[in-house]
């Protein structure tokens, strides 16, 4: 009886020490949600204009379908969905180093390719990014609301799933799910030849021998070390590497390709190669002013800071982009294509933002530094390409994009123009998240949500703290005005 009083007064104490997660949103000021733009109010047209959602994941992301949380949190906690999501089809980038008999990138890893053209050539098209697009019809609302999934997780898996896995399953131990999905037997897309929904990065006789493995660190060590570390902070020093500028041009076709997409064609495929008609939006940004479409970004952690850095409109920066080459007109296209959605999105969620430690790897030196002004002639290096701008810079070019968009629309009436909002959800105990700071030309909301259980006050899982953003009930309902 003593036994299982004691048991009774343990559970208890750990029910009561558990603060329970997805309480209320934490504000930087009192009153500070009453000025959030919400993807509700983008929805209340009286037209039926597409409303978009450029959804971007950030790391530790294992295979597709990154959003399925996001989509079924709308339908369960925001109460909108008339029916189920439709999966509208896949489109991949297709031109420069992503047509199909385009060379592979020449980078290497520890002295070895991580792709070369003898022999992978079939591995870097299976490398591509992908957009995937969802559609579903809210109740309430005549506007469509499309998810557009940017995947560009492809492009790290080869060398994560080749040579950082094995080589931390004999140090540490076997990562069983890592191995699983880099074992996934090769599955063609049916609706994109010669690509592929699933590859086999890792040959199954290797997958059952890594899996064999002794367990060297201790379990909590070893799930850290092999998993996020491993998986997860990878895509970062990738992203921020000289892999960068491919990333960002796969991301900015698949943009592109976001903006072609037209929702209120009829159902199938989303690409235009199957006979689809594309949506014209060369034809609304050469008129100037007409306000057809709506932009949405929806980023989580790093994401926010590709998608940044995607969105350039300083055409300039292409200088950076990986060495081959494509048409002037494709490049004048994809140009355009950039600048027709960022006039056209107004609003920008973070989940995780990680642009203010991410910009730490993208330092910027002063050309009118005393030493180089001082130095001799012979002395003073040679001209460098300008570095890209910095994170900051480029939110500023796409506010004052936007502002000019909503300036040509509404030229007799600033109270109808509305500003570009960064709306970023921050729980204060996620490690992997930092604030955004004030912006001139940009309304900056921080919101701080609880992503998990708090125990005693004295920790939260920081899995749960980093991924359930697109889970959190409260989040979902400031997000489409249901607070």
Same mark, same amino acid.
């Given at each position: ?31 500070? *949600?009453? /000025? ?17 959602? %450029?959804?971007?994941?950030?790391? =530790?992301? *294992? ?37 199909? =008999? ?8 520890? /002295? ?25 019809? %809210? ?24 040579? &950082? ?12 799910? %890592? ?24 040959? $199954? ?45 796969? &991301? ?52 926010? !800071? ?30 355009? $294509? ?8 107004? *609003? ?14 993208? %330092?910027? =030196? ?28 480029? &939110? ?59 125990? !005693? ?27």
């Amino acid at each position: 009886m003593q036994v299982r009083s004691c048991i009774v007064a343990i559970l208890f104490v750990c029910c009561a020490g558990g603060v329970a997660a997805h309480a209320k949103v934490g504000e930087d000021a009192p009153g500070s *949600l009453k /000025g959030v733009q919400t993807i509700g109010d983008a929805l209340k047209t009286a037209d039926q204009r597409p409303v978009h959602i %450029l959804y971007m994941h950030g790391i =530790n992301t *294992l295979g597709s379908d990154d959003s399925k949380v996001f989509r079924e949190s709308i339908c369960r906690n925001a109460h909108l969905c008339e029916g189920d999501w439709h999966d509208a089809g896949t489109e991949y980038p297709d031109f420069g180093a992503f047509a199909l =008999n385009a060379p592979a990138p020449t980078l290497q890893y520890l /002295g070895v390719p991580i792709w070369t053209n003898d022999n992978d050539a079939e591995e870097w098209r299976a490398s591509a990014p992908f957009v995937t697009h969802y559609v579903v019809h %809210l109740r309430g609302h005549n506007a469509l609301l499309v998810v557009d999934e940017i995947n560009w997780w492809p492009l790290v898996v080869k060398l994560k799933c080749q040579r &950082i896995v094995p080589g931390d399953a004999n140090l540490a131990g076997p990562n069983p799910s %890592l191995i699983k999905f880099c074992s996934l037997p090769t599955k063609s897309d049916p609706q994109n030849p010669q690509r592929f929904g699933d590859y086999e990065w890792m040959p $199954a006789q290797e997958a059952t021998q890594l899996g064999h493995l002794p367990n060297r660190a201790v379990l909590i060590n070893r799930e850290l070390k092999t998993g996020l570390e491993d998986w997860g902070f990878s895509d970062v020093f990738l992203g921020v590497g000289p892999l960068r500028p491919i990333l960002e041009e796969g &991301i900015r076709q698949l943009i592109a390709k976001s903006a072609a997409f037209d929702p209120r064609a009829s159902a199938g495929t989303a690409s235009v190669h199957e006979g689809r008609p594309a949506y014209n939006w060369q034809e609304r940004l050469e008129n100037g002013k007409s306000d057809d479409q709506v932009f949405i970004a929806v980023t989580h952690s790093m994401g926010s !800071f590709l998608l940044l850095d995607s969105l350039a409109l300083d055409t300039a920066n292409r200088a950076r982009i990986a060495p081959q080459a494509y048409g002037t007109q494709q490049s004048s296209a994809e140009d355009q $294509a950039l600048q027709y959605v960022a006039e056209r999105i107004s *609003l920008i969620y973070f989940f995780a933002n990680q642009v203010p430690i991410l910009e730490l790897a993208d %330092l910027k =030196n002063d050309s009118s530094s005393a030493l180089a002004a001082s130095a001799p002639d012979s002395a003073v290096p040679q001209t460098e390409p300008a570095p890209p701008p910095s994170e900051t810079a480029l &939110i500023s070019q796409w506010a004052q994009a936007h502002a000019a968009f909503e300036q040509r629309l509404h030229p007799n009436d600033a109270s109808a123009q509305t500003k570009m909002q960064i709306v970023a959800f921050s729980d204060p105990s996620d490690l992997l998240t930092w604030r955004v700071p004030k912006l001139r030309d940009v309304d900056v909301e921080n919101l701080y949500p609880k992503n998990g259980l708090h125990w !005693f006050w004295l920790f939260e899982s920081p899995t749960a703290a980093h991924d359930n953003y697109a889970s959190n009930r409260e989040v979902i309902r400031i997000m489409f005005g249901k607070r």
